[in-house]
């Protein structure tokens, strides 16, 4: 019955979801940023966070082809360490992906306020020190409505939707690459020397990966993932629309980072250094200089695509992981009802659409909401190389179209360079984002104690390992190099050798206190979707 009523999407709809989600307001503020962070070098940046999301995404492209179903990455901790590894690591992932919504919505303002018109005076007042005003956030909440009213009309028009947008988000970022390159680069910008390429050290270029937004840029490749149940042939396509989807914006995003360094005018660089470059609307404010006007039109016009089509894209995914959370009895059961006409989470999409409205009335700055993103994302991903190793070892029988003979090694660098990038979110980021994503374990002790009556101490066993990691993360970012925020009391590098040192005793004790057994839950999606 279901093949007849639900809406299935192909390779080339999950591709272009996937990019509608990739190619966001990263692109529109991300070059400018981690050029004004690391310099030249920035482009570096570029390259290492595609380094870390592609080693992480590769573990949960495993996971995501073994048990394709709709909001899966909210589930796969629990089917190798049980609910409350699952709960935090579910509870994290929904609070960056509900907190990206109003962020593209954050984005589509602050370009309309830099709006250089005289009949678009209006606008001006809608940003006030880099923070949305009052009037800015009426505008902001409008759009998240109308994000979510699209999401609201199914899958079928989901599609449609966002196979339109998405050409046109990746045919923009490729005419203004090929036109700003053309119409005037400057070699000279990179720099005669490594002093010159890497003006502010090797400790920038990292910063810049959390800092700037580029980890967050490249981490919706679980869009394909989270919308498994509601792909063709899942097992192929689930691989097939992550790797194809991020090579585009990986490629996309480090040619813009270059267009963007050289066509930076030399002059202006000559007086002010990469620090002092602090463009509103990055391209649109170098093509203005060029005097490209149409492009100027075009890149103000997708200061709304973008955002647009990112944030319809997550409500979708938002909406699924908040109602694959309930699946665990530890949420509301009506949460995760589907529209009996439209086959959506709809209670789930409305409760998402109120914390947004909450999280843009308290964070009003898209560069925070950003860093917020990131560092919550990633402690959701720590759990991805842990739990693809341990479900190797528990059940080395279960079906696994994707298995590659490198996980053995990558899976213990993913888990590093994770925790290297969530330290580079810099104090206080990190403890504030540790601290809300505690405040989901009051929810979580409610639903335990009074329906659930489980083993407490055998859930704490096969949580431990997160719990202290989380702990010492927090001290780490503390005491750490002050160039990531700290008191210095460990200065880089060695913060970093410490860091990875640590991990790995963190990865392998995750490994050692995984299930006995395999969660009937999983086991039952692994057989059905044979």
């Known amino acids: 019955m279901e093949k007849l009523t639900r809406h299935k999407i192909g390779l080339f709809s999950a591709v272009m979801l996937a990019l509608n989600s990739l190619i966001g307001s990263g692109w529109l503020f991300g070059s400018g940023s981690a050029a004004k962070i690391a310099g030249p070098a920035a482009i570096l940046s570029w390259i290492i966070g595609a380094v870390i999301i592609i080693a992480i995404a590769l573990t949960y492209v495993e996971l995501g082809a073994m048990f394709p179903e709709s909001g899966g990455m909210s589930r796969y901790a629990q089917y190798s360490h049980g609910p409350l590894l699952g709960f935090i690591a579910a509870w994290a992932n929904w609070i960056s992906l509900i907190t990206l919504v109003p962020m593209e919505a954050v984005a589509a303002v602050q370009y309309m306020s830099s709006w250089p018109w005289s009949w678009a005076n209006w606008t001006k007042n809608f940003i006030k020190n880099g923070n949305i005003t009052f009037a800015g956030l009426g505008v902001v909440f409008i759009f998240m409505l109308i994000f979510t009213m699209i999401n609201f009309w199914s899958v079928k028009i989901i599609t449609h939707f966002t196979n339109l947008i998405s050409v046109f988000k990746i045919l923009l970022p490729t005419l203004t690459i090929v036109t700003l390159i053309i119409s005037g680069f400057h070699p000279q910008n990179f720099g005669s020397n490594i002093h010159e390429f890497m003006p502010y050290g090797t400790r920038s270029i990292f910063e810049a990966t959390s800092v700037s937004g580029i980890i967050m840029s490249y981490d919706a490749f679980q869009t394909v993932i989270n919308m498994g149940g509601e792909l063709k042939n899942p097992r192929k396509n689930i691989v097939r629309g992550v790797l194809i989807s991020m090579l585009i914006t990986v490629a996309i995003y480090i040619m813009l980072q270059v267009t963007f360094i050289g066509t930076v005018e030399p002059g202006m660089l000559a007086k002010v250094g990469w620090h002092g470059i602090d463009f509103t609307s990055p391209f649109a404010d170098l093509a203005i200089i060029l005097g490209i006007n149409w492009l100027v039109i075009l890149l103000y016009l997708d200061a709304f695509v973008s955002p647009f089509g990112t944030g319809v894209a997550f409500v979708a995914t938002a909406s699924r992981a908040l109602a694959a959370m309930t699946h665990t009895r530890h949420l509301p059961k009506w949460l995760g009802r589907l529209n009996q006409k439209y086959l959506i989470p709809l209670y789930a999409m409305m409760a998402d659409f109120v ?85 989901g374990l009051p929810i979580y002790f409610y639903y335990e104690i009074r329906y659930q009556h489980s083993n407490w101490k055998e859930q704490l066993r096969n949580c431990w390992w997160m719990l202290v990691y989380l702990i010492f993360m927090s001290l780490m970012s503390f005491i750490g190099s002050s160039g990531f925020g700290g008191q210095d009391w460990i200065e880089y590098p060695f913060d970093f050798v410490v860091i990875i040192v640590v991990s790995l005793f963190f990865y392998y004790w995750g490994l050692k206190t995984g299930l006995n057994e395999l969660d009937p839950y999983a086991e039952k999606i692994s057989q059905t979707r044979k």
């Not at 947004?356 to 560092?375: D, E, K, M, P, Q």
């Not at 590659?404 to 994770?418: N, Q």
């Open 355 to 439: 914390l947004a409205v909450i999280l843009v009335s308290l964070f009003r700055n898209w560069n925070l909401l950003a860093t917020v993103i990131t560092a919550s994302t990633l402690i959701a991903y720590l759990t991805g190389p842990v739990t693809v190793m341990t479900l190797r070892k528990l059940r080395p029988d279960l079906e696994r179209p994707f298995k590659p003979r490198y996980m053995p090694w990558l899976a213990p660098v993913a888990f590093v360079l994770t925790s290297l990038a969530i330290y580079r979110s810099m104090w206080p980021t990190t403890i504030q984002v540790i601290l809300v994503i505690a405040l």
